[in-house]
């Protein structure tokens, strides 16, 4: 079985600061890796993906994130940040084949919280 | 493009009736819905995978009787929470794709409150 961790519950940053959002993964087989924001009152919105090829990807809003295969694991990063990236972050991963595909498992989600 | 929705937002029933919540996928058709459940300060939880027309697969620990998904078309599921008692009390996810089945379209969720 697959298994997320995220390692921050709770990131507070001020505006323009720097931020990495860790993220490992278990499992022995070929994943897809997801990264989802939600902000509040709001639902889940795709942030960036990775399925193959380059190992650093980026997505929306100036995020990227980069797979580290050997270390089982996909950070998250934004060089500056903004109050409007207050929410909550999680990361996800699925089987990229099999019959679990498609099926997400969450990671415990991160709060980051920017002051302006 | 990609809008799923949820129906009601939220709901408040009391112990031992049921509770039908909807999710519609608004512009596309969705050959797969999922179900997730998210208690407070926690992870969202997969409950359910269902396929348009054929019966739902659950997640070990789920409770399929309690638990009642159908996708009777590619734009419809519904979950009804039967004999609902307080510790259902929570939020209630739905998520569809389309061809691209890695591609999660999430609706904004259902806060199910039983007392």
């Known amino acids: 079985a697959q298994s997320v961790s995220q390692h921050n519950h709770h990131v507070i940053l001020s505006e323009a600061a720097s931020l990495e959002l860790g993220c490992n993964y278990s499992y022995g087989g070929t994943v897809n890796l997801f990264w989802y924001v939600q902000y509040p009152g709001q639902h889940l919105q795709l942030l960036l993906k990775y399925f193959s090829g380059d190992p650093l990807v980026k997505g929306i809003k100036g995020f990227e994130a980069e797979f580290i295969k050997s270390k089982f694991s996909f950070n998250l990063r934004k060089p500056s940040v903004q109050w409007s990236d207050t929410a909550e972050y999680f990361c996800a991963v699925n089987d990229a084949g099999g019959t679990s595909y498609g099926k997400l498992t969450f990671g415990q989600g991160t709060i980051l919280t920017v002051h302006p | 493009g990609a809008v799923v929705s949820q129906h009601p937002s939220w709901v408040i029933c009391k112990s031992g009736t049921s509770v039908k919540i909807e999710c519609r996928s608004l512009d596309f058709q969705a050959t797969t819905m999922f179900w997730y459940r998210q208690f407070p300060k926690q992870s969202l939880m997969l409950m359910a995978t269902s396929n348009e027309g054929s019966k739902a697969t659950y997640e070990q620990g789920v409770e399929k009787d309690k638990f009642l998904i159908n996708h009777a078309s590619l734009t419809l599921s519904t979950l009804t929470v039967t004999s609902a008692h307080p510790e259902d009390s929570s939020f209630y996810i739905c998520?569809?794709?389309?061809?691209?089945?890695?591609?999660?379209?999430f609706g904004p969720g259902t806060r199910l409150t039983v007392t």
């Open positions: 998520s569809a794709t389309g061809t691209v089945t890695y591609e999660q379209y």
